[in-house]
């Protein structure tokens, strides 16, 4: 298969520039910037999303896209900018693909589509954190996050036969051992990380599985390790910082205030283990 790659010379699209090579895939990596090490075998397009005649010529002769172009946070840019920066690369991108026949897509989420980490204060209806809770999205980033959302259900409707993937990932890192170490010292308030951490293998995994498996139109994936990065028991957890916020089910352990039971039952996709011992709260 030959994959579009907006994004790739960032991390998690040099990971699926990385992965999709090692898998037998052709890949067209698309992004703002030269890469400072580029991989024998790929083809490199310095273009910025917001140019849609530069997307639509460099998707050309593809199979699918990923788009991971976005500003990953709202801290170092004016609000305006970051809104409209994802909201318009995610159009662009979507609608180029749509222009050269591709079908096959996956987008860049965040678990903040429903806002969380840049809230004045996150709220949660149940644990965990399923596809189906509200959105109470307040922020530049949740908000722009929410609209590429939207968005890929509008393509969904226009148009027959295609499948978007959009994959709310939480904080993506190397390995669980970072996180753990943040997490440890509670750097941040609870309600606004849960603990969770997404391990950039496991990112890159799934959104080429999203591009190989036929979705009918738009479905939201959370892709999240299925453990917290913190020494303690989830559902004490619980008690302690959510009192009165059901959990549905009777999970047990460390278990993921975010499920990501859908993108296992319709991607076959699993987050890898960590069993590495973790440090105690300080």
């Known amino acids: 298969m030959?994959?579009?790659?907006?994004?790739?010379?960032?991390?998690?699209?040099?990971?699926?520039?990385?992965?999709?090579?090692?898998?037998?895939?052709?890949?067209?990596?698309?992004?703002?910037?030269?890469?400072?090490?580029?991989?024998?075998?790929?083809?490199?397009h310095v273009a910025d999303c917001a140019d849609y005649d530069a997307l639509v010529a460099a998707f050309a002769g593809c199979d699918a896209m990923i788009h991971m172009a976005a500003i990953p946070h709202p801290m170092n840019d004016p609000n305006h900018i970051v809104h409209n920066n994802n909201v318009v690369g995610s159009y662009n991108a979507l609608r180029a693909a749509v222009e050269n026949n591709i079908f096959r897509i996956a987008q860049a989420s965040s678990v903040n589509a429903i806002g969380q980490a840049y809230s004045r204060n996150a709220r949660y209806d149940y644990f965990p954190i399923d596809e189906d809770h509200p959105n109470y999205a307040e922020d530049p980033y949740s908000l722009s996050k929410w609209i590429c959302e939207q968005q890929g259900d509008a393509f969904a409707r226009r148009y027959e036969g295609i499948s978007i993937a959009s994959m709310r990932f939480h904080w993506v890192l190397p390995d669980r051992a970072f996180a753990a170490g943040h997490y440890a010292k509670l750097d941040w308030?609870?309600?606004?990380?849960?603990?969770?951490?997404?391990?950039?293998?496991?990112?890159?995994?799934?959104?080429l599985k999203a591009v190989q498996t036929d979705l009918k139109g738009h479905e939201v994936f959370y892709i999240v390790a299925p453990d917290t990065a913190y020494a303690v028991d989830s559902?004490?957890?619980?008690?302690?910082?959510?009192?009165?916020?059901?959990?549905?089910?009777?999970?047990?352990?460390?278990?993921?205030?975010?499920?990501?039971?859908?993108?296992?039952?319709?991607?076959?996709?699993?987050h890898p283990t960590d069993d590495t011992p973790l440090p105690q709260p300080e």
């Open 2 to 44: 030959k994959i579009a790659v907006t994004g790739g010379s960032g991390k998690i699209g040099r990971a699926i520039t990385e992965m999709g090579r090692a898998q037998g895939h052709q890949i067209v990596s698309i992004d703002r910037f030269a890469p400072a090490d580029p991989l024998p075998g790929v083809t490199y």
């Open 189 to 207: 308030k609870p309600d606004k990380h849960l603990w969770a951490y997404t391990r950039l293998d496991a990112a890159a995994d799934a959104c």
């Open 235 to 270: 559902t004490a957890l619980v008690a302690k910082h959510f009192p009165g916020v059901p959990i549905k089910g009777a999970p047990t352990g460390r278990w993921s205030f975010m499920t990501s039971a859908k993108a296992e039952r319709l991607l076959g996709w699993t």
